[in-house]
């Protein structure tokens, strides 16, 4: 069965660097989003993306976020200056069309020291 | 906006009884649909079950049963003959329905389930 994939697994950085998450969704899947979860806190939502466009962001999602499919296949996360509280695991999904079942990634556990 | 509220941080169980795990949720639409996702040790998300908010009948998957109470805004998950594997948290989460676009999923806190000898 397809799966969306996310590298790395694990990513360690220092506070005020800039990381990119990765994702790949399955291939034919036209809705994106990113989740958040901090440690034993619930899972939030960051933003969805569909049509080369965002569709919505909550208000986690400022300025030191950006997302981008570059080239079709690659879903990407973007934080530009991270912080100690950006430390969480991130989890990509998509679905084939709105309101189909969604698949998560496995996801991105960010520390950041 | 939506909220999904969990009261039970942690439930226990005995391998082969039953537990239910409540859920309870506030939106003024009509239209949408409740999950209960499972989230074991290795923190990957991994749909159990799915409910549509149209549909009278209660969804079930194997051991897996909802009771969904519409009027009372209920979303119940009754886990049957209770495995070691079913050991993990357990999020409850809401999501509009026929928006037409992407339609993000509101997260419960959580419950975190533990299964005993």
């Known amino acids: 069965e397809p799966e969306v994939t996310q590298t790395p697994s694990h990513q360690v950085t220092q506070m005020g660097q800039e990381v990119i998450l990765r994702c790949v969704p399955i291939?034919?899947?036209?809705?994106f989003y990113w989740y958040r979860q901090i440690l034993g806190q619930k899972v939030e939502f960051l933003v969805s993306f569909y049509n080369n466009e965002i569709s919505e962001k909550s208000e986690i999602f400022d300025d030191q976020f950006s997302v981008e499919r570059p080239d079709g296949s690659n879903f990407t996360l973007k934080i530009r200056s991270t912080k100690l509280e950006d430390s969480a695991m991130y989890f990509c999904a998509s679905e084939v069309l709105a309101d189909s079942p969604l698949h998560f990634g496995n996801g991105t556990r960010l520390t950041v020291t | 906006a939506q909220t999904v509220t969990q009261s039970q941080p942690e439930m226990s169980v005995q391998e082969a009884e039953t537990v239910t795990l409540s859920c309870t949720y506030d939106t003024s639409e009509s239209d949408y649909y409740l999950f209960w996702y499972k989230q074991p040790p290795s923190r990957q998300m991994i749909l159990v079950i799915r409910q549509e908010a149209y549909k009278q009948q209660n969804a079930t998957e194997n051991r897996f049963s909802v009771n969904f109470q519409k009027a009372a805004k209920s979303f119940s998950l009754k886990i049957s003959d209770s495995q070691l594997g079913d050991a993990a948290m357990y999020f409850c989460a809401y999501r509009s329905a026929g928006t037409g676009t992407a339609s993000k999923l509101t997260f419960g806190t959580g419950t975190r389930l533990q299964v005993t000898l």
């Open positions: 291939s034919n899947h036209l809705y």
